[in-house]
């Protein structure tokens, strides 16, 4: 391999080479200690045969590493002045570079194009912050099969994908992701293995999914659980009364599933809420149906 891009002599060097200095607009933070981008290609990826995906590669860090252990890589970028930057420094032919926002990408079609029989793919990135959910929601909902997520993420974010019922950071994010994907802690990252420096120190998860759980209409059910969290000190009965206008046919539904309804949604295991959709699915698809038909 050429000398590891994620060094800060190296990312200078390609800055002031190529004239690609951060930008905010983008996200972009650079990571300039090479262990810590070796140590994710190597959680995420099994086998050189695996198809491998990146959003946001910036000049490279990380990519240069999954181009080492994957024999295909596809990239999607957004700036326009990082292509020369990747071809130059990076030069391997297995990198397939995709000039596209990954949110409007069709990632299933691009996949089963891509994809060979039995072949894995895993899904690598160092997020920029401010679409970390929503590229994982895209991901989530993708009918294709992806075998691993593993992403780099704001701690504090990360925080709220691990987080169990009774914890602070435990929402309907995390009784979402945990319904669809068993999620562990590769590493924690300091703020100060990035260039420039953030605000605030990262987190590199590994999401896999599971089929653990599974319950009729799962949008509904996903609609439900965000209903419940909309006000954290609000009891369960409150929230749900604010999703469900009739306060008898909540009262109902609680009993029916055996929640105390002075409870508050974070004390709530993952288990409960599916109880509490399960036992009430007919009274829940009723009242939803009846209030599109209202408005």
């Given at each position: 391999?050429?000398?590891?891009?994620a060094?800060?002599?190296k990312?200078?060097?390609?800055?002031?080479?190529?004239?690609?200095?951060?930008?905010?607009?983008?996200?972009?933070?650079?990571?300039?200690?090479?262990?810590?981008?070796?140590?994710?290609?190597?959680?995420?990826?099994?086998?050189?045969?695996?198809?491998?995906?990146?959003?946001?590669?910036?000049?490279?860090?990380?990519?240069?590493?999954?181009?080492?252990?994957?024999?295909?890589?596809?990239?999607f970028?957004?700036?326009?002045?990082?292509?020369?930057?990747?071809?130059?420094?990076?030069?391997?032919?297995?990198?397939?570079?995709?000039?596209?926002?990954?949110?409007?990408?069709d990632?299933?079609?691009?996949?089963?194009?891509?994809?060979?029989?039995?072949?894995?793919?895993?899904?690598?990135?160092?997020?920029?912050?401010?679409?970390?959910?929503?590229?994982l929601?895209?991901?989530f909902?993708?009918?294709?099969?992806?075998?691993?997520?593993?992403?780099?993420?704001?701690?504090?974010?990360?925080?709220?994908?691990l987080?169990?019922?009774?914890?602070?950071?435990?929402?309907?994010?995390?009784?979402?992701?945990?319904?669809?994907?068993?999620?562990?802690?590769?590493m924690?990252?300091?703020?100060?293995?990035?260039?420039?420096?953030?605000?605030?120190?990262?987190?590199?998860?590994?999401?896999?999914?599971?089929?653990?759980?599974?319950?009729?209409?799962?949008?509904?059910?996903?609609?439900?659980?965000?209903?419940?969290?909309?006000?954290?000190?609000?009891?369960?009965?409150?929230?749900?009364?604010?999703?469900?206008?009739?306060?008898?046919?909540?009262?109902?539904?609680?009993?029916?599933?055996?929640?105390?309804?002075?409870?508050?949604?974070?004390?709530?295991?993952?288990?409960?809420?599916?109880?509490?959709y399960?036992?009430?699915?007919?009274?829940?698809r009723?009242?939803?149906?009846?209030?599109?038909?209202?408005?």
């Amino acid at each position: 391999m050429k000398d590891a891009i994620a060094t800060v002599r190296k990312t200078r060097e390609i800055q002031e080479k190529y004239g690609v200095y951060t930008k905010k607009s983008f996200g972009q933070n650079f990571i300039i200690e090479p262990k810590i981008v070796e140590k994710i290609a190597d959680a995420a990826i099994q086998d050189p045969s695996d198809l491998v995906i990146e959003v946001g590669p910036g000049i490279g860090a990380l990519t240069q590493f999954l181009c080492e252990k994957s024999d295909h890589v596809i990239a999607f970028e957004i700036d326009e002045r990082l292509p020369r930057v990747l071809e130059q420094e990076i030069g391997f032919e297995h990198l397939e570079l995709i000039m596209q926002d990954f949110l409007e990408a069709d990632i299933d079609s691009i996949i089963e194009e891509r994809r060979q029989e039995g072949q894995r793919v895993d899904f690598v990135s160092n997020l920029p912050y401010y679409i970390t959910t929503p590229i994982l929601f895209k991901l989530f909902e993708a009918k294709v099969h992806i075998d691993s997520i593993t992403v780099m993420m704001q701690k504090e974010v990360g925080e709220r994908f691990l987080a169990k019922d009774n914890e602070k950071a435990y929402n309907a994010l995390s009784v979402i992701s945990q319904y669809r994907c068993s999620i562990k802690k590769v590493m924690d990252v300091s703020r100060h293995v990035f260039w420039p420096k953030p605000n605030v120190d990262s987190m590199v998860l590994q999401f896999r999914f599971h089929s653990t759980y599974q319950v009729q209409d799962e949008p509904l059910f996903f609609q439900m659980v965000k209903a419940c969290f909309v006000q954290r000190r609000k009891t369960l009965y409150n929230n749900l009364q604010a999703w469900l206008p009739d306060k008898e046919q909540v009262k109902q539904m609680l009993e029916k599933a055996n929640i105390d309804p002075s409870i508050r949604a974070q004390q709530l295991k993952l288990e409960d809420f599916i109880r509490l959709y399960e036992e009430n699915y007919e009274t829940i698809r009723a009242s939803q149906n009846q209030h599109r038909a209202e408005h």
